[in-house]
């Protein structure tokens, strides 16, 4: 536990959990009518993608509520770091928030330098909504079900495709829980890995739902594993790593909201509260449902204690692998 990835994952740990904001001229205007402007809501990842699926119908469906428009920005580069970045610098006023998912918190774990630091350079407003990475294999291959793959895994080597931090970390999670044979191959994005998958190149893959799912649907692959303590209504064969006796496997792909460091409380919980209003269309619902996602929602506290427990625990499972920032 000496480690500087333990070290820093403690650090975040404690920073997270004390929540102390510095005060700021900004605070003071806790009580003006927001939003007084349009609203830029920054996506650091590709067009198309999970995060800009859900930050595009979070952005009208807000646009409607506020009577403001709502900007989706995709400033791409770096795994999430460029528009975070862009983000971090922003005044605090709320007007410009920022999308991210899981490998948010992992960056830290995975990079020797960032141009922020990751707790301490954002509000927390809130989880939206999360989904569980998911294990794909061809659905013509040779595996039909997780009990197929953990038995190959503990005889031979396995390569499994990952496209990001979390994919990375959830494959060496599940390596490590069942001591496994299963070495990780990386790729650009998610994209190639289901390609090579269905072309017979790749045994094995981890990924989103969102990226799984067209696939799935049309019959090329199969989900086998799910990392979640309950199965999936939209893959209801795929079982959960712990019914194949994988304990702890455990791994959200979630979308948190973010703002800069040192906005008001007040605005916080404006936002909060309206993607409250805004997600209890059934419309949205149903969206977020047919994409494998549960809305979430949780209030500021517990998603900064959220997030302190995700770096520390990612922190932990790269220690075990190996795993050093680069």
Do not use: C
């Amino acid at each position: 536990m000496t480690s500087s990835l333990i070290t820093f994952a403690r650090r975040a740990a404690l920073a997270a959990l004390a929540s102390i904001a510095a005060t700021s001229a900004w605070s003071q205007a806790a009580d003006a009518k927001f939003p007084s402007k349009p609203v830029t809501l920054v996506v650091p990842y590709a067009a198309g993608g999970g995060t800009d699926i859900v930050g595009r119908l979070m952005a009208q469906k807000l646009s409607e509520l506020w009577g403001q428009s709502v900007v989706v920005d995709n400033r791409t580069g770096a795994n999430g770091v460029i528009g975070s970045s862009h983000v971090a610098k922003s005044a605090p006023d709320g007007h410009t928030l920022l999308l991210v998912v899981g490998s948010h918190a992992i960056n830290p774990v995975l990079m020797k330098s960032m141009p922020y630091d990751t707790i301490n350079a954002f509000t927390p407003i809130t989880n939206i909504a999360s989904s569980p990475m998911v294990l794909v294999v061809a659905a013509k291959g040779p595996y039909k079900t997780l009990n197929d793959v953990v038995k190959a895994a503990r005889t031979e080597e396995l390569a499994v495709g990952y496209s990001e931090g979390q994919t990375r970390l959830t494959g060496e999670l599940i390596r490590q829980a069942g001591d496994l044979k299963m070495t990780g191959i990386p790729y650009k994005g998610g994209a190639p890995i289901m390609v090579d998958i269905i072309g017979g190149h790749l045994p094995l893959g981890v990924t989103s739902v969102l990226t799984a799912l067209p696939h799935v649907q049309s019959g090329a692959l199969r989900v086998v594993g799910v990392a979640a303590d309950q199965r999936m209504a939209i893959f209801p064969d795929a079982m959960t790593f712990k019914e194949v006796g994988l304990k702890g496997v455990e791994s959200l792909s979630w979308y948190g909201l973010f703002g800069p460091a040192g906005m008001s409380s007040a605005v916080v919980a404006q936002i909060n509260q309206d993607l409250k209003k805004v997600t209890a269309d059934p419309s949205v619902v149903k969206q977020m449902q047919a994409q494998g996602a549960q809305l979430v929602l949780t209030p500021p506290a517990e998603f900064r204690k959220f997030l302190a427990g995700e770096t520390e625990k990612w922190a932990l499972v790269a220690q075990r692998g190996g795993i050093k920032p680069e």
